[in-house]
T-cell receptor, first 114, second 111 residues
């Protein structure tokens, strides 16, 4: 059974810092990996999706990398801003199984201090 | 664009009561999903529907039933609510290899 772990559970940084969020998974037979953002009381917003054949994806100040062989992904946030404060979740989609279900990590709660 | 709409946003039930959570998407997606989110546990899949007319169990289906009413709508029913079903419920939809789109959730408390 796939297990997804995110460490740390919470992170607090001053504004302007570059930071890295970590995600690890136990089964490397994945179809893709996604990073989501969740604001308090809201649903999840997809940030980046990396296919299993890709090494990284970039969107603005966000860069996500994928090392399938080691079961790791990182989300790099450059020049952090208070508006980046949210919970960030990673999720992997397996290659096997109907509808290729997503398995989620429990998230990293990020606070960017002004 | 509405995206994925969930109703109600909040609900309080007594143990043993029943209710249906509604979900509708306007993106013409084939696949729809119901998740629950509990503190420290991430999201867990309850049921999903890969296409209109099909439904399948996810990781935690016990105590729930679903109906894929048409391509737009996917409802989740609690027949006899239990305190262990207190959670935030999210509906999502997607198409092919695209990211999932989520609703804002239903916060359900069972006393």
């Amino acid at each position: 059974k796939q297990e997804v772990t995110q460490i740390p559970a919470a992170l607090s940084v001053p504004e302007g810092e570059n930071l890295v969020l970590n995600c690890s998974f136990t089964d490397s037979a994945i179809y893709n990996l996604q990073w989501f953002r969740q604001d308090p009381g809201k649903g999840l917003t997809s940030l980046l999706l990396i296919q299993s054949s890709q090494r990284e994806q970039t969107s603005g100040r966000l860069n996500a990398s994928l090392d399938k062989s080691s079961g790791r992904s990182t989300l790099y946030i450059a020049a952090s801003q208070p508006g980046d404060s949210a919970t960030y979740l990673c999720a992997v989609r397996q290659r096997s199984g109907s509808a290729r279900q997503l398995t989620f990590g429990s998230g990293t709660q990020l606070t960017v201090l002004p | 664009n509405a995206g994925v709409t969930q109703t109600p946003k909040f609900q309080v039930l007594k143990t043993g009561q029943s209710m249906t959570l509604q979900c509708a998407q306007d993106m013409n997606h084939n696949s729809m999903y119901w998740y629950r989110q509990d503190p420290g546990m991430g999201l867990r899949l309850i049921y999903y529907s890969a296409s209109e007319g099909t439904t399948d169990k996810g990781e935690v289906p016990n105590g729930y039933n679903v109906s894929r009413l048409n391509k737009r709508e996917f409802s989740l029913r609690l027949e006899s609510a239990a305190p262990s079903q207190t959670s935030v419920y999210f509906c999502a939809s997607r198409e092919s290899s695209q990211p999932q789109h989520f609703g804002d959730g239903t916060r359900l408390s069972i006393l």
